[in-house]
């Protein structure tokens, strides 16, 4: 019998830059770091989650769950362009950060899209992708006939 080799996915490093395939970006996405912070603002009108999700991705973890040779010469800065212009992996960051903003909020989500501001540096050897959230919450039907509902936990209306 045969031994089985795991086939890792692959970089592509070009003279231009890093070249990532959709799976790349999101295999990119799975080895990052997480950590979140934010809070909902209800001065505001709607009241509306303020917040920031950072992903810390490690050169050494990327060169340990990629393949190729030329993964070896990648930099950070190769690394923190690549992130930042790779549309699956913007998506990818957009969505984590939605996702962990509708985590710490307990009321339905206003219908549209959320304001999501994508930032990459390099700090030494990792690589921060920071998606900065704006998402505004649904008005219950209670509160535009001008009464409160009874809330438990946290939520918009505070």
């Given at each position: 019998m045969l031994p089985v080799r795991a086939r890792l996915p692959s970089l592509f490093v070009q003279r231009r830059g890093v070249v990532m395939t959709r799976a790349a970006a999101?295999?990119?996405?799975?080895l990052a770091e997480r950590q979140s912070e934010g809070a909902v603002d209800g001065a505001v009108d709607p009241p509306t989650y303020f917040g920031s999700t950072y992903f810390a991705i490690g050169l050494s973890a990327v060169r340990a769950a990629f393949a190729g040779r030329t993964v070896g010469e990648l930099t950070a800065g190769d690394l923190a362009r690549a992130v930042h212009a790779h549309p699956w992996f913007r998506l990818g960051v957009a969505r984590a950060a939605r996702e962990e903003a509708e985590r710490r909020i307990a009321r339905p989500l206003a219908p549209g899209t959320a304001r999501v501001l994508l930032t990459a540096r390099q700090s030494g050897d990792t690589v921060t992708v920071e998606a900065a959230v704006e998402?505004?919450?649904?008005?219950?039907?209670?509160?535009?006939a001008g009464k409160m509902p009874a809330l438990r936990g946290p939520s918009c209306r505070s």
């Amino acid at each position: 019998m045969l031994p089985v080799r795991a086939r890792l996915p692959s970089l592509f490093v070009q003279r231009r830059g890093v070249v990532m395939t959709r799976a790349a970006a999101e295999r990119l996405l799975s080895l990052a770091e997480r950590q979140s912070e934010g809070a909902v603002d209800g001065a505001v009108d709607p009241p509306t989650y303020f917040g920031s999700t950072y992903f810390a991705i490690g050169l050494s973890a990327v060169r340990a769950a990629f393949a190729g040779r030329t993964v070896g010469e990648l930099t950070a800065g190769d690394l923190a362009r690549a992130v930042h212009a790779h549309p699956w992996f913007r998506l990818g960051v957009a969505r984590a950060a939605r996702e962990e903003a509708e985590r710490r909020i307990a009321r339905p989500l206003a219908p549209g899209t959320a304001r999501v501001l994508l930032t990459a540096r390099q700090s030494g050897d990792t690589v921060t992708v920071e998606a900065a959230v704006e998402l505004p919450c649904a008005v219950a039907d209670s509160w535009v006939a001008g009464k409160m509902p009874a809330l438990r936990g946290p939520s918009c209306r505070s």
